[in-house]
């Protein structure tokens, strides 16, 4: 088997040493597309973050010989990459995929994992590629098969929100988000929008490798002082003291983020469905504005009082136009 993949960042590496660890040739995308030489891929892996798709997709097309006799696996968060990636290659050709290990890079630049966690497969044509989980079961990694592939983002969209955005909008880490009384309900908050996008859309929550989901938002189902209490201690110890992606992005000076393809996601999800996501739309919004203006991230710094304002005020707009539709 041959694999082209195409992002050489913490996943994409993760993968493909896994891969050759059992004698699977991989081959790794040039940054520069003018590099871009063609080859013959059996899979094709987007290890890109999600606001790199469409270049992937670029690097893909003049990579790929022959398109239709590759798979297109995309283990990337968020929510949009499966149907850019359907509409480049065909729905038949692409895999979903969630990898739940955290994953990380050592000094001198290789991937560096736990031993939690695995990698869940979800097909979004009608083709089961029994071979390629069969292959990914070889490496040792934990793998499951989950027939509904939007199921299986928005699952891992219901993880990856978690003490994400506020963590990087505030500057802190999850330790000691969980410390932060009112901000930690708006986090709360925002895992029951998502629980209610979910329901409105019919995706019904499945678990994933190591990560309960269903469970978790159960949990930020019941009453918020207890939901509190419940949930902190156990994201507290899932994140701890590791910086989220976006606060990583955030602290890299990053003027783009994945926050729209997860907390925007919700958002636009939301509007689209008649949820109100106030909480999701505002971090989003926000999030989005520091990666963009870095100055107005000394707003926010450890100032969780000042987050709370802004999801009051978005919570007062979308009562006003709710009482103005009537």
């Known amino acids: 088997m041959n694999v082209y993949i195409v992002g050489k960042g913490a996943v994409g590496t993760f993968l493909g040493d896994r891969l050759e660890s059992i004698g699977v040739g991989v081959t790794y995308a040039p940054r520069d597309l003018d590099a871009v030489e063609p080859v013959d891929a059996d899979v094709a892996i987007v290890a890109t973050k999600a606001y790199d798709t469409d270049g992937a997709i670029l690097t893909l097309r003049k990579a790929i010989r022959t398109p239709a006799s590759c798979v297109f696996v995309t283990p990337q968060n968020g929510v949009g990459n499966e149907e850019k990636l359907a509409a480049a290659f065909g729905a038949k050709n692409v895999v979903a995929a969630a990898l739940t290990v955290p994953v990380d890079r050592d000094r001198d630049g290789r991937s560096a994992a736990t031993q939690d966690g695995g990698l869940a497969f979800a097909p979004v044509g009608e083709s089961a590629f029994n071979w390629l989980v069969a292959t990914f079961a070889s490496t040792a990694l934990a793998v499951k098969v989950v027939d509904d592939w939007r199921a299986l983002k928005w699952s891992k969209l219901a993880l990856n929100v978690i003490a994400n955005a506020s963590c990087a909008i505030l500057n802190v880490l ?21 629980r209610a996008v979910m329901a409105a859309m019919g995706v019904t929550p499945i678990d994933l490798p190591r990560y309960p989901v269903r469970a978790l938002q159960a949990l930020a189902t019941l009453p918020s002082p207890v939901s509190r209490t419940l949930l902190a201690g156990r994201i507290a110890g899932a994140r701890g003291t590791k910086p989220p992606s976006l606060l990583l992005d955030l602290r890299a000076g990053r003027p783009q983020t994945e926050v729209d393809v997860l907390n925007g996601a919700v958002a636009a999800a939301g509007l689209a469905h008649g949820v109100p996501t106030p909480v999701n739309a505002v971090f989003a919004r926000v999030l989005d504005d520091i990666a963009h203006m870095p100055q107005l991230w000394s707003k926010y710094r450890e100032r969780p009082d000042a987050l709370e304002r ?15 539709r009537k």
């Not at 999850?174 to 998502?194: G, M, S």
């Not at 802004?310 to 709710?322: I, K, N």
């Open 174 to 194: 999850p330790n000691r988000l969980v410390h932060f009384d009112k901000v930690f309900t708006l986090e709360i908050r925002a895992i029951r929008e998502v």
């Open 310 to 324: 802004e999801v009051d005020a978005e919570v007062q707009r979308v009562r006003a136009l709710a009482r103005a």
